[in-house]
């Protein structure tokens, strides 16, 4: 069965962060959309400076969990930010945990999920100067590449991708 994935993101994602996941994704022959509240195009953040646009494939507005497998949150330092003042964005998080569907955050991704109220009691990671938020949110921190709870994955930095994107193919092949 051909799996669809959402990869939801605004301007400032780390470019890494959504492009490697979105192309290992569709290697194993999914469709992966990149879902944002912007209407045509996203603008990357690619280390220290503003990197590619990327097309918008659906607009949030138009979003819906139940189409989707999973969701992948990119990271990046102004991606996260401005998401999670998006009520919008923050409900269709929330949406997938209600639905019990796969979701995958790196880096400052987890912010999102802090947002969404979904932390708590869980075991993930992220990277470090968000550590304390999350243990606030009252998530269990642990400074490993990739971390698994139940349909949660995180993972650190763009340097665990590899790591980040072989647990979330492992996850949708073993959900149906």
């Not at 280390?47 to 590619?52: L, N, S, V």
Request: proline residues 5%; charged residues 30%.
């Amino acid at each position: 069965m051909k799996k669809r994935i959402a990869i939801l993101a605004t301007h400032g994602f780390e470019e890494s962060e959504l492009k490697s996941p979105k192309e290992h994704l569709e290697q194993q022959g999914w469709h992966v959309d990149i879902v944002s509240p912007e209407r045509e195009s996203i603008k990357a953040w690619a280390k220290k400076d503003w990197g590619t646009e990327y097309k918008v494939d659906v607009n949030l507005d138009r979003a819906r969990v139940k189409e989707y497998d999973a969701l992948v949150l990119p990271g990046g330092v102004i991606n996260p930010d401005k998401l999670r003042t998006n009520m919008d964005a923050v409900r269709f998080i929330r949406d997938f945990f209600e639905q019990q569907k796969p979701v995958a955050a790196i880096c400052h991704g987890p912010q999102l999920l802090i947002e969404a109220g979904v932390v708590k009691n869980k075991q993930l990671t992220s990277v470090a100067n968000i550590s304390t938020d999350l243990k606030n949110a009252g998530a269990s921190w642990k400074d490993d590449e990739v971390v698994v709870d139940g349909k949660l994955i995180t993972s650190r930095t763009p340097a665990d991708l590899p790591a980040f994107n072989k647990e979330l193919v492992a996850m949708l092949n073993s959900t149906t």
